[in-house]
Nanobody, 124 residues
Framework: QVQLVESGGGSVQAGGSLRLSCAASRYSYSSSCLGWFRQAPGKEREGVAAIDSNGRTTYADSVKDRFTISKDNAKNTLYLQMNSLKPDDTAMYYC??????????????????WGQGTQVTVSS
């Protein structure tokens, strides 16, 4: 059974930084499409950043130039470096994965595998 486990969330003041990690078990990141999503209370889940098997990245406009998605295939770990955080970034953050044989979902909410989420809270 595929397991994705996020870590690195927490509370930070506006302007601060956090790095989220997503470690996979029984799953290889090397040929997968991977994504980070977030969901704030009362809002729909939205795609934040995605990376395909060739390392191409996509970002939501709201986080461009502030967030960076990356992965370490050897460690089977996905990262999201978040800089210049704003109160609007407060949400539960989820990682997601899609296998190589499926269409890469990018920022669309169509990944088959999801982590349990990690909370990010940004205070003003």
């Amino acid at each position: 059974q595929v397991q994705l486990v996020e870590s690195g969330g927490g509370s930070v003041q506006a302007g601060g930084s956090l790095r989220l990690s997503c470690a996979a078990s029984r799953y290889s990141y090397s040929s997968s499409c991977l994504g980070w999503f977030r969901q704030a209370p009362g809002k729909e889940r939205e795609g934040v950043a995605a990376i395909d098997s060739n390392g191409r990245t996509t970002y939501a406009d709201s986080v461009k130039d502030r967030f960076t998605i990356s992965k370490d295939n050897a460690k089977n770990t996905l990262y999201l470096q978040m800089n210049s955080l704003k109160p609007d970034d407060t949400a539960m953050y989820y990682c997601a994965a899609s296998p190589w044989w499926a269409r890469c979902p990018g920022l669309m909410d169509e990944y088959p595998y999801w982590g349990q989420g990690t909370q990010v809270t940004v205070s003003s």
